[in-house]
């Protein structure tokens, strides 16, 4: 069972409080990697623009697909593993306004860390309220990788195409749905998580609606039709380009040595953290990371949430933890899995408002420090 806003009450006035929140949390964490990057000699903003992916996509942007490295291992790292909604989008900001590459692709992510926002508010307050819809926002804001929503990174964008094709499937725009998770395919290899839930959402609703009358149910089709086609058109584009077939796009990937394996390599490199003690501490951390996480899922499940979220987050999750390689980066490809946080949200909003501020404010400060530290340090590979 959902509840929606209230007819009066105007969308962006409804989402206020969770966007102010959200926006507080992010200053927070730019003004604490700022001074902390200052006292170590660097520049935050480089951190933030022109580091690591954010590279990748800005040379996309700048040059076209072809570039590629050749490690001394024999690896192949070619640009085309990078989906192409970002680098779009940065171009098109460079041609229109006197941006780089690097600029455009910060005020991307700041706008759509807004608009994610805004659509995990839309989901939350539509399933369990307004209240849980803020708390929602807060936490997803206050994650310990909250940084990575701020950087010219295209996790913020895809969080927002994401949020919003899910809403739109829960109050039964599939035209809409449809195009958003296109364009999630154009954004993410992840972006399978959310053709996957547009189309089991279809899927039930023609098994439980037989009487849906022929209009409706020609949307509903063209929304099932339309969510495939942004990574579809990618992945066959890339195995046409590297004459590698439907399936050249994998071997892209496995020259950066990604794949899936089930989890198997995870499991290895955390077995292998057991080998010393500062690892095993380590190890263990990862153990009860992944716990919580699996936890996590399994209140979503238990607590009834709507079909898409469930497959939604199921197959983020899925992806994030099977992955064969980068192991430091699954927190940031749980990013996107703002479901999971539902039960946390919940919870917390049944708590009185200065208890649930405390709780959120703390760990706001915890996750900033943590963030500095971390693009000061490794950051995200």
Request: hydrophobic share 50%.
């Given at each position: 069972m959902t509840r929606g806003a209230p007819p009066a009450a105007g969308p962006l006035r409804r989402a206020a409080p969770a966007l102010l929140g959200y926006a507080a949390v992010r200053v927070l964490g730019l003004l604490v990697l700022a001074l902390w990057s200052a006292g170590r000699g660097k520049s935050a903003y480089t951190l933030l623009t022109a580091r690591w992916d954010a590279?990748?996509?800005?040379?996309?942007?700048?040059?076209?697909?072809?570039?590629?490295?050749?490690?001394?291992?024999?690896?192949?790292?070619?640009?085309?593993?990078?989906?192409?909604?970002?680098?779009?989008?940065?171009?098109?900001?460079?041609?229109v306004f006197p941006l780089s590459y690097a600029?455009?692709?910060?005020?991307?992510?700041?706008?759509?860390?807004?608009?994610?926002?805004?659509?995990?508010?839309?989901?939350?307050?539509?399933?369990?309220?307004?209240?849980?819809?803020?708390c929602a926002v807060l936490l997803w804001a206050v994650l310990p990788v909250g940084i990575v929503q701020s950087m010219a990174y295209s996790e913020s964008l895809f969080t927002a195409l994401a949020a919003w094709a899910l809403y739109a499937v829960l109050t039964g725009r599939w035209v809409?749905?449809?195009?958003?998770?296109?364009?999630?395919?154009?954004?993410?290899?992840?972006?399978?998580?959310?053709?996957?839930?547009?189309?089991?959402?279809?899927?039930?609703?023609?098994?439980?609606?037989?009487e849906t009358g022929v209009r409706q149910?020609?949307?509903?089709?063209?929304?099932?039709?339309?969510a495939p086609l942004g990574a579809a058109g990618y992945v066959l584009w890339v195995g046409h380009r590297t004459g590698g077939g439907p399936l050249g796009y994998l071997d892209v990937q496995a020259g950066w040595r990604?794949?899936?394996?089930?989890?198997?390599?995870?499991?290895?490199?955390?077995?292998?953290?057991?080998?010393?003690?500062?690892?095993a501490l380590a190890g263990l951390g990862l153990i009860v990371g992944v716990g919580l996480v699996?936890?996590?899922?399994?209140?979503?499940?238990?607590?009834?949430?709507?079909?898409p979220l469930l497959v939604y987050a199921g197959v983020v999750t899925g992806l994030a933890l099977c992955a064969s390689s980068y192991f430091g980066s699954k927190p940031r490809l749980l990013l996107p899995g703002f479901p999971l946080l539902l039960p946390l949200a919940l919870a917390l909003s049944r708590?009185?408002?200065?208890?649930?501020?405390?709780?959120?404010?703390?760990?706001?400060?915890?996750?900033?420090?943590?963030?500095?530290?971390?693009?000061?340090?490794?950051?995200?590979?």
């Open positions: 590279l990748w996509y800005a040379r996309v942007a700048e040059r076209g697909y072809g570039y590629e490295v050749r490690l001394p291992n024999g690896d192949v790292h070619s640009n085309l593993a990078f989906f192409p909604l970002l680098p779009w989008l940065e171009r098109e900001l460079h041609a600029d455009a692709g910060f005020v991307v992510s700041l706008l759509a860390s807004l608009a994610a926002a805004w659509g995990i508010f839309a989901v939350a307050d539509h399933v369990y309220g307004r209240r849980a819809g803020v809409t749905a449809g195009l958003l998770a296109s364009l999630c395919g154009l954004t993410r290899p992840v972006g399978l998580a959310v053709v996957a839930g547009v189309w089991a959402a279809g899927v039930a609703a023609f098994a439980r609606d037989r149910a020609w949307r509903r089709v063209l929304g099932l039709l339309l990604n794949g899936f394996d089930g989890g198997y390599a995870f499991a290895r490199f955390v077995a292998d953290k057991f080998t010393s003690f500062p690892g699996v936890w996590l899922y399994v209140v979503c499940v238990r607590q009834g949430q709507p079909l708590l009185r408002t200065p208890r649930s501020a405390l709780v959120l404010g703390s760990v706001a400060v915890a996750s900033a420090v943590y963030g500095a530290l971390w693009l000061n340090g490794s950051g995200p590979p």
